[in-house]
């Protein structure tokens, strides 16, 4: 774990989104808490992750996302070098879609 954003705030923060009880409380914080263009972008790294992880081309990822080959690369580090946060969720929502 980054020790650089392991801070109290942080915390606060990620307790906050853990109390969110569904999509549209999700909708709701989020929007409050983000620009347009932020959440726009957290969301464009997560889907090129979801389309890295099912070995899509780059080609592929930006042509689908508009992603730049940049943030495709960082996504892909993260995936490949990171902590497993994109493999941990993945790998619930798929538990999820199988019950």
Do not use: P, W
């Given at each position: ?23 549209s ?26 389309m ?48």
């Amino acid at each position: 774990m980054n020790k650089k954003i392991k801070t109290e705030a942080v915390d606060f923060l990620f307790d906050a989104i853990l109390h969110l009880k569904d999509r549209s409380e999700c909708y709701s914080f989020f929007e409050d808490l983000c620009t347009v263009n932020e959440l726009l972008s957290l969301s464009q790294r997560f889907e090129v992750a979801s389309m890295l992880k099912d070995h899509k081309t780059y080609l592929e990822i930006a042509e689908k996302t508009g992603a730049s080959t940049a943030t495709i690369s960082r996504v892909n580090r993260s995936l490949n070098y990171g902590n497993d946060g994109y493999e941990l969720v993945f790998n619930r929502m798929n538990k999820k879609d199988e019950e």
